[in-house]
């Protein structure tokens, strides 16, 4: 009588012998490595691990990643098994073995995608060719949050790349990930050595790298780094000399006399005092952390100072960043945060302006090369009389060359050509319903764009990136600050400015959905020739990491809470005390 049953395959004899000797009936094809030693481990009995049972096959340990079947690491029928038992204890230094191996190569691909990831989107925001589907844009900001350029296109990207890269490492110091954090400013040191050394000495983010450096070294207690240390600190001495003046003159000038700036100066010199120390160096380290101790005493602002500002309405955090940089002067505090939500008001104004601008770019579509249209190139085109929709298509396929794109447009039969096909192209968008247009507009109109800067450090106008970012950390706006409508100590700009950015952005879903048919119609994104020059793979989820992490905050940097810094001076002066004692 047949069976509906499939028959089950045949089983694989294969001979252990060592620790335990049998036969053992095993799939060959479905049976892993860790089935095997965990079969082994079994039949050995006493409740030994696993983990113990050593496997050795054809002269090699037969490891259980990457997960593979008996057949696939090499077995046979018949095959012959060495088995061994290794002590508890040693079995336990075998796992954490493994797995600290396992953790330092996944941290070392880590920073393979971050280096990868960073480099990508510099060069994309750089010369023009982000993606469609990014929600956010880099730009260059100095202090005032002004666009700039800075040197050269690949000065641009590395200077992009080395700021981003930073940025996420302070990131990480914040969450005290100090040893991941360093390896992430050893990268973003060499990228900032891509740029051109006689631009980056203008500003001050390099000493700020060396410094952030140097306090990893500290607190993770790595005294083998003590001569290295010393250098890293006179480099950011001579860095921040050179970017803020003699006393930091330059820098007080550019912040309106304010002491921003302090709390470096309090981390740099309990730096310079340590390693003075531990080189036997006594009076210098004396002399560096009494002058550490004197400005953190000057960061130690009055509760009551702190109580009128709240009282005023401002946010306690903020209050106190503001108090502690212009030496508890109520009067200037109250400015500088009113110039802060001024600033963000600006900000948020000119963030909705590039978004319309990003969108107009959208409806032209790439380059061959994928890049955008010029808008500057477009608008010279049209004072000059020609029609938008028809300049856009000829800087479009001639990679934005103006002088190409005037040519051709001045060339009647080229021209006459260009106005067919552009014409041929709406016949056929025409055939598609007004359902699916509508369904192509949705995700711009849905999508409202902030920039975010990460922290400028320059003081004579140059300065970090600027990125536009549609997912903003939760609790904060894409620019680092308080959620949208409320001004950065937290409560609700003066005026309408709520309502005002409101009616800007019905504004701009507005234009989107009326454009929506010169989105299809005017110029063809997707175009035989646009995709000669077929876009990269992408590390999505590492990109908006970085984009994400980006502050906006152009005082974040000299914002450090010196807690730290101040036991950590009481401890080495304590140190020198004792010494001077004995």
């Not at 503001?322 to 109520?330: E, F, P, R, S, V």
Request: net charge negative; glycine share 6%; charged share 30%.
């Amino acid at each position: 009588m047949a069976s509906d049953e499939a028959p089950k395959p045949a089983a694989d004899r294969i001979r252990v012998v060592g620790k335990w000797v049998g036969a053992l009936e095993v799939d060959l094809g479905s049976w892993t490595v860790p089935m095997l030693r965990a079969e082994v481990a079994r039949r050995v009995g006493d409740g030994v691990e696993p983990e113990r049972v050593g496997l050795i096959f054809g002269g090699r340990v037969l490891k259980d990643d990457p997960p593979a079947s008996l057949r696939e690491a090499g077995l046979k029928a018949n095959a012959k098994v060495l088995s061994s038992l290794t002590s508890p204890d040693r079995a336990k230094e075998i796992a954490a073995e493994a797995a600290k191996a396992k953790a330092e190569e996944e941290h070392a691909a880590r920073l393979v995608r971050l280096w990868d990831a960073a480099k990508a989107m510099s060069q994309r925001h750089t010369d023009g060719s982000f993606l469609e589907d990014e929600d956010y844009n880099l730009d260059l900001e100095d202090q005032s949050g002004q666009k700039v350029m800075f040197g050269s296109v690949d000065d641009m990207k590395a200077l992009k790349m080395a700021l981003m890269l930073h940025q996420k490492a302070k990131t990480q110091m914040k969450k005290k990930m100090y040893k991941e954090a360093l390896d992430v400013l050893i990268m973003a040191e060499e990228a900032f050595s891509l740029c051109d050394s006689k631009l980056i000495e203008k500003v001050d983010n390099v000493p700020m790298l060396q410094l952030d450096i140097v306090w990893c070294y500290f607190v993770l207690r790595d005294v083998s780094c003590l001569e290295v240390a010393g250098t890293r600190l006179e480099k950011a001495r001579v860095g921040f000399e050179r970017s803020h003046g003699k006393d930091s003159f330059r820098f007080r000038v550019l912040q309106s006399g304010r002491q921003a700036d302090l709390a470096i100066y309090v981390r740099l010199e309990l730096l310079e005092g340590v390693v003075a120390y531990h080189n036997g160096q006594t009076e210098k380290a004396r002399g560096s952390l009494t002058s550490a101790q004197a400005k953190y005493l000057q960061l130690q602002v009055p509760d009551e100072a702190i109580s009128m500002l709240m009282d005023m309405g401002y946010e306690a955090r903020s209050a106190k960043r503001a108090l502690k940089m212009t030496g508890y002067d109520i009067q200037s505090s109250v400015d500088l945060l009113c110039e802060e939500r001024e600033k963000k008001i600006r900000r948020q104004e000119e963030d909705r302006e590039r978004q319309r601008e990003i969108l107009e770019q959208m409806r032209y579509g790439k380059t061959p090369m994928n890049k955008a249209v010029d808008l500057q190139k477009l608008k010279g085109l049209t004072n000059i009389g020609f029609e938008k929709y028809l300049a856009a298509e000829a800087l479009r396929i001639n990679e934005n060359d103006a002088e190409k794109a005037l040519d051709l447009l001045t060339n009647p039969e080229e021209n006459c050509i260009l106005q067919n096909k552009i014409q041929a192209r709406r016949r056929r968008a025409t055939r598609g319903s007004s359902s699916s247009r509508a369904a192509r507009t949705a995700p711009a109109t849905n999508n409202p764009q902030a920039f975010v800067s990460a922290p400028p450090h320059a003081v004579d106008g140059n300065a970090p990136p600027h990125a536009a970012d549609g997912n903003p950390p939760e609790g904060n706006n894409a620019d680092g600050n308080l959620p949208e409508g409320n001004d950065v100590d937290g409560n609700p700009p003066e005026g309408n400015s709520a309502q005002l950015l409101d009616s800007v952005e019905a504004m701009i879903n507005e234009e989107t959905a009326n454009q929506d048919v010169v989105m299809t119609d005017e110029v063809a994104v997707n175009d035989e020739d646009t995709n000669s020059h077929p876009v990269p793979a992408r590390d999505v989820s590492m990109e908006s990491e970085l984009a994400h992490e980006l502050t906006g905050d152009a005082l974040d940097d000299y914002d450090i809470e010196v807690s730290d810094e101040g036991q950590a001076i009481a401890e080495y002066l304590s140190l020198l005390e004792s010494a001077a004692s004995s």
